[in-house]
């Protein structure tokens, strides 16, 4: 093989915070993102991914915490459960310490609930407990009995050490005016609810079937279709029946406004299926992880992989490995998730 | 009639002249002879030797993951056994699993079932290198005779091959495999058990071991006569006919 796995994850790394940077700095994250992607970010997938990779750069999880503690308003918690239900993305113990820590101001009461039980984690099994001592928040700042008197009480709580870090409050509200920031368009106007992710929707979808915009956007079905038919009320939304099947559209000449200042209604920001591209990535990540993985045969990292890949099939969306087999596996996913990441990072 | 429950055995297997198929987890008889329905029908993945080392490699390696999984020491008869004594080249559907040794005291046992965690390394093999997902299996144990009942030989003459840190392989010796494939000759009436035969050459008394053995346990000696003549006189040992007649 042409490169180590240590090296493939390492450069997973680099390439997923780069992305993480521009991504929440697009939201307002003191920062500076010099390229404007052309996708709608979705809030709630990218803060449940950045519990993960963020723990690899002291300085964006500090800035991540800045954003939320002045916009964790913005965050729909009820969005956060529904994609946990479906993905195992994140670390819901690194979730339940910021939540912990935002919760202790009263404006942010809401993120109380979030739990073992709100982030599904006995349906994924990925319930992280210390069994004793403390798990680092940074795998490159690890704990050390002198800096006790340092740690961030809040994460300790948690049983996670991490380094007492101010709040430099240089983050921003969202830009109304970036394409990447639809959806918070949408919630400053409708509000923090799935009317707004409908909205999001039905501006970059144009039409579609009350099943289909509930699963993207990770809602039930039913209250989907109920606030659908609300919504059509207005007259801004209109019903078509055919067969037996109601769609929801909207009219791109209706909304110029909602489109943004450099996207015209003909060319919408794409809509990306965030959860399952970030759980991907994930799972490829964590497998890598893997304690001995590295000294193993190609052979075996291959059927590890794939062991993890066969075990979400939505992983196949992303992968072109369907009629590989042995180490031509492991060089085909490898090749997969580098032109994957390099999406997510051009330029 | 007589139900087998047997997970892990392929859709259907033979017994004898009989067919059995598998249906819901039991074997029931069917007609010796089925049209072939659909191309998948006469497709079968086959295993050559360099394939299988590496699988059974791999094996090794799923089980040494777990530092509380035991190595595993199996003793395998069929082609892989023909194949690495350079008796035949051609591939292999399967590697069959006579039975199973302890890794203390050496003493040999029963190889079916084989363990959940066995089983489970060894389709998480298959999956990644696309073998069939019963490439190592243990359904001769299944049908054959208690293991007391095969000749001290069977046990002697053993070619030991170790992949990785868990697995070991005894390799039946040519002479057990000239007893098994002349049982199988005269049970299942297939071709290729004759033309392993041939290649293993065995000499007069390799074969008047071999049938006696046979005739002694399963065999019905006015049955096979016709069949055992047919065999000799192939295998060149056709003097011993008339030991062999009804």
């Known amino acids: ?97 910021i939540a912990m820590k935002l919760c202790k101001n009263s404006t942010f009461i809401k993120w109380k609930t979030v739990s073992d039980k709100s982030l599904h984690t006995a349906t994924h099994g990925d319930a992280q407990q210390p069994l004793d001592g403390l798990i680092d928040l940074f795998p490159k700042l690890p704990f050390t009995a002198d800096a006790l008197p340092t740690c961030d009480e809040d994460f300790r709580a948690t ?8 709040l430099r409050g240089m983050s921003q509200p969202p830009s109304p005016h970036a394409a990447t920031n639809l ?37 039930f079905s039913k209250s989907i279709q109920s606030t659908l038919n609300e919504m059509a009320t207005s007259g801004l939304i209109i ?20 489109y943004g ?87 | 009639m007589k139900k087998w429950s047997c997970p892990e055995l392929p859709d259907s297997y033979r017994r004898g002249n009989t067919c059995y198929t598998l249906k819901n987890k039991n074997l029931t008889k069917q007609p010796k002879f089925t049209l072939v329905t659909s191309i998948t029908d006469v497709i079968i993945r086959q295993v050559s030797k360099n394939q299988y080392s590496d699988a059974l490699e791999l094996l090794s390696e799923f ?54 965690v066995v089983q489970k390394a060894i389709k998480s093999v298959a999956a990644i290198l696309k073998l069939p997902e019963n490439w190592l299996n243990a359904s001769t144990s299944f049908f054959q005779l208690p293991l007391g009942e095969y000749p001290a030989y069977f046990w002697s003459d053993l070619k030991d091959e170790k992949y990785g840190s868990h697995v070991k392989v005894s390799y039946l010796s040519p002479r057990g495999l000239i007893t098994l494939k002349t049982l199988a000759a005269l049970q299942r009436d297939a071709a290729r058990d004759t033309l392993d035969l041939i290649a293993l050459a065995p000499t007069e008394t390799n074969m008047q071991e071999a049938l006696d053995w046979c005739l002694s346990t399963t065999v019905d000696r006015s049955a096979a006569a016709p069949q055992i003549a047919t065999l000799l006189t192939r295998l060149n040992h056709g003097n011993l006919t008339q030991r062999y007649q009804a």
């Open chain 1, 239 to 258: 019903a078509n029946r055919s067969n037996r099947e109601k769609h929801f559209r909207i009219t791109p000449s209706d909304w110029p406004a909602f």
């Open chain 1, 1 to 97: 093989m042409e490169t180590s796995l240590k090296d493939t994850k390492r450069r997973l790394v680099e390439q997923m915070l780069d992305f993480l940077w521009r991504q929440w700095s697009a939201i307002g994250l003191a920062g500076h993102a010099e390229i404007e992607d052309h996708w709608v970010i979705d809030p709630e997938a990218l803060l449940l991914v950045s519990s993960e990779f963020a723990r690899h750069d002291a300085r964006l999880f500090g800035e991540i915490l800045d954003w939320l503690d002045t916009n964790g308003n913005l965050i729909n918690l009820k969005r956060v459960f529904n994609i946990r239900k479906q993905y195992p993305i994140g670390n819901p113990l690194v979730m339940k310490a």
């Open chain 2, 63 to 116: 089980l040494a993951k777990d530092s509380t999984n035991y190595p595993v020491w199996l003793v395998v008869c069929g082609s892989a056994a023909l194949q690495t004594h350079g008796i035949i080249r051609r591939a292999t559907k399967d590697v069959d699993i006579f039975a199973e040794r302890n890794e203390v005291t050496s003493e040999f046992g029963a190889a079916y079932p084989l363990s959940p």
């Open chain 1, 183 to 219: 959806i918070f368009k949408m919630r400053a106007l409708f509000g923090c609810n799935s009317r707004a992710e409908i909205m999001a929707w039905l501006l970059t979808h144009r039409s579609g079937h009350p099943a289909q915009i509930a699963r993207d956007i990770h809602y």
């Open chain 1, 159 to 166: 049983g996670i050490y991490s380094p007492r870090a101010e």
């Open chain 1, 261 to 347: 200042n450099h996207h015209q209604a003909g060319n919408p920001p794409k809509w990306q299926p965030w959860p399952e591209i970030f759980t991907t990535i994930q799972l490829y990540y964590q497998t890598l992880n893997q304690q001995g993985l590295d000294s193993s045969s190609e052979l075996f990292q291959a059927a590890m992989l794939k062991e993890t890949m066969d075990a979400f099939p939505y992983t196949k969306n992303y992968l072109t490995t369907e009629s590989t087999s042995g180490t031509d596996y492991l060089q085909t996913l490898l090749n997969d998730f580098q032109s994957l990441l390099a999406e997510l990072t051009p330029g």
